[in-house]
């Protein structure tokens, strides 16, 4: 078939079947702009296997009507595909603006615990062990000085002096406006 290289031959095929590949598609779907779609969809179709039509093995709308039930089974399948997909997110509460939100908080936390722990690591190292005594492992400053066997005092002022950076670094517009930076 020489549909696919000849213009006034491929229009002369449409005017003759689009008629009947209309009423093949709309006896299976319901929805008027998917038939229409699916129409158009079987005579590309038609132009991709032309050269597959043996006019000795069935007429041409025979043909045709299967390349239609082959398209309009992919657009079933294609729909259940998708049906089960909205099935599974089916009963998930999805994200309001108030998840959204939280959402974002938790980042914004996030981030600046990064930074602290960023800050943390280059601590020096007896400001950080320290630090992290007390803060992680919620040692009292007394207790972490007799682990690390330092003097109370000692412990305290190192303790102070990580606070100070990790503030500086979690919240530096905090620092600026005090007038620490």
């Known amino acids: 078939m020489r549909l696919c290289e000849d213009p006034v031959a491929f229009e002369a095929f449409y005017r003759r079947h689009v008629d009947a590949v209309m009423r093949f598609v709309v006896r299976r779907v319901s929805d008027p702009h998917l038939a229409a779609d699916l129409t158009a969809d079987i005579f590309l179709a038609v132009l991709d296997s032309a050269h597959t039509y043996v006019p ?32 599974r997110v ?23 615990m990064r930074n602290a722990l960023k800050a ?37 002022v190192r303790l102070h002096r990580a606070r100070r950076t990790l503030k500086n670094v979690i919240s530096p517009s905090a620092a600026y406006q005090e007038g620490r930076i």
Do not use: C, F
Request: charged share 35%.
């Open 56 to 87: 000795g093995r069935g007429s041409e709308l025979a043909w045709l009507y299967g390349i239609a039930r082959n398209v309009v089974s992919a657009q079933h399948r294609k729909a259940a595909i998708e049906a089960r997909a909205a099935g």
């Open 120 to 156: 943390m690591q280059a601590l020096p190292e007896s400001e950080r062990a320290v630090l992290e005594l007390v803060a992680i492992d919620q040692l009292t400053v007394t207790e972490a000085a007799k682990a690390l066997g330092i003097r109370h005092v000692t412990a305290r």
């Open 90 to 112: 089916a009963g998930r509460r999805l994200m309001d603006d108030d998840d959204l939100t939280r959402m974002e908080e938790r980042i914004d936390a996030e981030r600046r």
